[in-house]
């Protein structure tokens, strides 16, 4: 260690490891300081980047970045560059030089905080300093300025999490700024809290000869500048308190950190609140390097290779310590304790393990305090410490899976023996002692308990007998919260109800299992499910709520026949089998089943959601003769209801029907009337019965349509721009419909972007019909792009699931491009063979829109088997009901194909009708058809 006199530079002088400017200290990280300390002693000199990285990080291996960053940090710290003042120049390839002029003086002393010099010591006994500390420098670096500008610092935090570590690095961090003068006081050991003025006498080397020396600690302490450390001061916490208090007002120069769970309450005192390790989120793919980035990480790796797991980390292995840190919140003790099992267990192992439960009495290091060699031993440190009424909410705040409220605190530990009031006081006061975490959430706050925590207050529940009547209340209240939000519609605060509900994510799924594993719980198996089913599909977790739903449909008895909930349940089961199965008669007989007890109930926002549903079902399985009907339905319905939202989503709905069925200026005045209210749409949260019904989606076919295919792009792009959409079913449809707009201007490229983003996309959520419209899409793609081969196998691959999914939707324009490929490939018989069921499926219910496309295609096979009779008949037809439907695109395809027809029978002006269909358009000039039609007309021979 460099051992320098005081040097000044500039307004700064830096003696040993402090360093101020203008008599006030600058916070600097410890790495940015011994940095400035090497560069300083040796000042004009360059200094190689390996030597400083040798000597700020001894023993460890680490990149250039790390030293780059540091340097960029004491920059900051110096004002380097500001009105022309330099302190360190980078020379390229070689290192760093400290280029200020440097003066050097005597050993000056640290800021006086006393009026008296102080007496050299000698050498502290101070714990060991462990050899590696993790991810807490900075930790150190602010403690130690926050104790130079305040004197009375109290590190507090729930057990294991690290403070005595920090409270020992620090002190050694500081011993050169108090001259040595540094007594570090552990209070772990006492049983008695009288003794604990005795123990800092005896600490600072004084003989008392009466029971209360505090005063001859105060006489003594008066004089001098020291720092002193007390530890663990929560098992003796009145005492401990009582004379930090004293020694704060009486002594002048003495600093003090006291570590402790919960605070000491007096004068002075200013709170250090040690948050846990930050570890990877748990949503992430990360990388291993990534992963390793985060301090639990860090740790857990570090601690499990010094106890012989092997040090290299794949990507694999990544994933699973992503899950570790997870369990471990970010405690330092139990990462410890889990890491050094690794080289038993291995890493997987290791994960299982902890996920089905924190394993308490797993022993560290044999030179720890008692009270920190198990989780076990820590928790029962704390769990000492506390009064029975708190013992008691503590046990019965384990049920809680995730983060709970002050409300749902009374209603699980609230009890004829235990009254709110009690209830309120308890948590207070383990909030205080760190047991439990608190955290602002708006104007009120959330509470936690750590896993750890949880686990052992679990066990103790268990231990005690209460675990079924605890599980009970909890479950009751997540029914009752999640039944309360269900009839609301629409209001201002919708949006704040609606996250309440997703915060109970977790708690329902534990109050589920609960129920439907214990005899306890039975009779709430129906009505809670029945809450839980809603909240499932407003976050998209369908697999959930589909086997949620049909559990409890088959646990309902003949009371509940017709009733709320088995609407509840069979609008949820429909709903979920369509998106995650197949679009089955079991699920269009759920649907239907759910409207029809909707109707009888009366309940118009359920039969709006209901019809929605069933138009959807009726789109996907090509049911399109039913979709105008259910539409009107629908919006009469919510007429009935008056909400502006509602009553803008049925015309969204409208317009999606009336475009499939082959109406598209019926679709494009609903739809342009939904946009023109799309902002009542877009203030819809998920619980809303109108949620989710976006016109723009439609809205961009139906303008290509019609004849407006810039007007169209316009439409899509801001449906597919969005990277994280509230409903993954609609940004799944959003993604589909994009690229079959991006098909018929002639963007393969975009319609193959569109593809890959559906593919991961449903993927990632389990809609698996999705993953099968996107495999017809790539294979689109590539019979547009000349690879017929292999697109045709594709096709036929895709075009089977989808036919089994009853998952039409897409079946009649994949099986088009499947034709194509097949005629490509000098396939007529089979081609026509695959268009002609095509059609005859769609002629079966009632048309669609696409059938001028199909009839065209069907024209043009006959003109490739020389039968121009039936391809003119085709044609003809074609156009007729192109017109009729006001499909103005579709129309040009069908007169540049009746103009091939015509040019090759010699009928005089074959290029009329196109010229005046080609006339009709406004825009779009550059996309693919009008392109190929303007070329035809430039070049008529």
């Known amino acids: 260690m460099l051992d320098l006199d005081t040097v000044t530079f500039g307004p700064f002088s830096l003696r040993s490891r402090l360093l101020e400017k203008d008599g006030v200290p600058v916070k600097l990280g410890s790495r940015a300081m011994d940095i400035l300390r090497l560069l300083v002693s040796r000042a004009g000199e360059v200094v190689p980047k390996n030597e400083i990285l040798g000597y700020a990080w001894s023993g460890l291996a680490v990149e250039e970045i790390n030293l780059r960053v540091n340097v960029a940090e004491l920059r900051k710290a110096l004002g380097d560059g500001k009105d022309g003042t330099r302190y360190i120049t980078n020379i390229p390839g070689r290192g760093y030089c400290f280029v200020a002029p440097v003066r050097h003086g005597k050993r000056a002393e640290a800021p006086v905080l006393m009026s008296q010099a102080p007496e050299k010591a000698a050498p502290p006994a101070l714990p060991h300093r462990l050899d590696r500390m993790i991810g807490r420098d900075e930790v150190v670096a602010e403690l130690e300025s926050r104790l130079l500008r305040d004197r009375f610092v109290t590190l507090r935090g729930p057990g294991g999490i690290g403070k005595t570590t920090i409270a020992t690095a620090l002190a050694h961090e500081m011993c050169d700024t108090f001259d040595g003068n540094v007594h570090f006081l552990e209070f772990g050991p006492l049983k008695d809290a009288a003794l604990v003025s005795s123990t800092v006498a005896a600490a600072l080397g004084l003989v008392v000869h009466h029971n209360d020396p505090s005063g001859s600690i105060l006489n003594f302490l008066r004089g001098r500048r020291l720092l002193l450390v007390l530890d663990s001061c929560e098992h003796v916490i009145d005492e401990a308190a009582r004379l930090a208090e004293d020694i704060y007002r009486e002594a002048p120069g003495v600093a003090i950190l006291a570590t402790s769970r919960e605070s000491l309450l007096v004068e002075g005192e200013k709170i250090f609140d040690l948050v846990p390790l930050p570890g990877p989120p748990q949503d992430a793919r990360l990388s291993a390097g990534e992963v390793l980035n985060y301090p639990a990480a860090r740790l857990f790796v570090d601690r499990a290779v010094a106890a012989g797991h092997r040090d290299d980390l794949t990507e694999e292995d990544a994933e699973v310590l992503v899950r570790i840190c997870g369990k471990l919140d970010g405690i330092a003790l139990a990462i410890e304790l889990a890491a050094a099992r690794v080289g038993l267990y291995g890493l997987r192992e290791m994960a299982a393990l902890l996920d089905g439960h924190p394993q308490l009495e797993w022993r560290g290091r044999r030179t720890a305090p008692l009270r920190q060699q198990t989780l076990a031993a820590t928790l029962d440190w704390s769990f000492g410490l506390i009064g029975e009424s708190e013992r008691i909410v503590f046990q019965r705040l384990a049920v809680f899976a995730g983060h709970f409220t002050l409300k749902g605190a009374i209603a699980v530990a609230a009890a004829e023996e235990m009254p709110e009031d009690r209830v309120v006081h308890a948590l207070e006061q383990l909030v205080a002692k760190s047991l439990v975490s608190s955290q602002p959430d708006g104007a009120s706050r959330r509470y936690r308990l750590l896993d750890v925590t949880r686990a052992y207050a679990m066990q103790k529940l268990a ?470 039609a303007r070329l035809m007309l430039d070049q008529p021979d």
């Open 463 to 932: 231990d005690g007998g209460q675990m079924d009547a605890t599980a009970r209340r909890h479950a009751l209240f997540v029914q009752s919260t999640l039944e309360a939000g269900m009839g609301e519609i629409g209001g201002s605060g919708q949006a704040s109800r609606a996250q309440e509900r997703a915060g109970l994510l977790a708690d329902a799924r534990a109050a589920l299992e609960w129920s439907f594993v214990n005899d306890a719980g039975a009779d709430l198996r129906v009505p809670l499910a029945g809450s839980c089913a809603r909240l499932f599909v407003e976050l998209n977790l369908l697999n959930e709520a589909r086997s949620w739903s049909d559990r409890a449909l088959a646990a309902l008895d003949g009371a509940g026949r017709g009733g709320r909930w088995e609407l509840e349940l069979q609008s949820t089961l429909g709903h979920a089998f369509m998106f995650t199965e197949r679009n089955s008669a079991q699920a269009e007989a759920a649907l239907r089943r759910g409207l029809e007890i909707a109707e009888a109930l009366g309940d118009h926002a359920s039969t709006f959601r209901l019809l929605s549903r069933l138009n959807m079902f009726y789109r996907r399985t090509g049911g399109y003769r039913n979709l105008v009907p259910t539409a009107l339905h629908a919006e009469r319905i919510a007429r009935l209801i008056g909400d502006t939202a509602g009553i803008a989503g049925s015309k969204a709905l409208l317009g999606v029907s009336y475009h499939l069925a082959g109406d598209q200026a019926a679709a494009q005045a609903h739809l342009d009337e939904g946009v023109r209210d799309d902002a009542a749409l877009r203030g819809t949260e998920p619980g809303h019965f109108a949620y989710a019904r976006t016109p723009q989606i439609p809205l961009a076919r139906v303008l290509w349509l019609r004849g407006y295919p810039d007007r169209a792009l316009e439409c899509v792009h801001p449906l597919i721009g969005a990277s994280a959409p509230r409903d993954v079913v609609m940004h799944c449809i959003a993604l589909c419909w994009s690229a079959s707009v991006f098909g018929w201007v002639g963007d393969w490229s975009a319609v193959e972007t569109m593809t890959t983003r559906l593919a991961a996309h449903a993927s990632v959520h389990g809609l698996v019909p999705y993953e099968a419209v996107a495999t017809g899409f790539r294979a689109q793609t590539m019979i547009a792009r000349g690879k017929a081969t292999g697109g045709i196998e594709l096709l036929r691959g895709a075009l089977a699931r989808l036919h089994a999914d009853r998952y039409e939707l897409y079946a009649s324009a994949f099986a088009a491009d499947l034709a194509q490929g097949l005629v490509a490939l000098g396939r007529l018989p089979e081609a026509r063979e695959v268009l002609h069921e095509t059609i005859a499926r769609l002629e079966q219910e009632g048309g669609a829109f696409d059938m001028p496309e199909l009839l065209r295609l069907r024209g043009e096979f006959e003109v490739h088997g020389g039968n121009l009779k039936a391809a003119e008949a085709d044609f003809v037809a074609s156009a007729a009901l192109a017109e009729q439907q006001g499909a103005l695109s579709w129309r040009l395809r069908t007169e540049m194909s009746l103009a091939r027809l015509r040019k090759r029978q010699g009928v005089p002006d074959p290029l009329g009708a196109l010229a005046s269909t080609y006339g009709r358009f406004s825009e779009g000039f550059e996309t693919a058809d009008l392109r190929a």
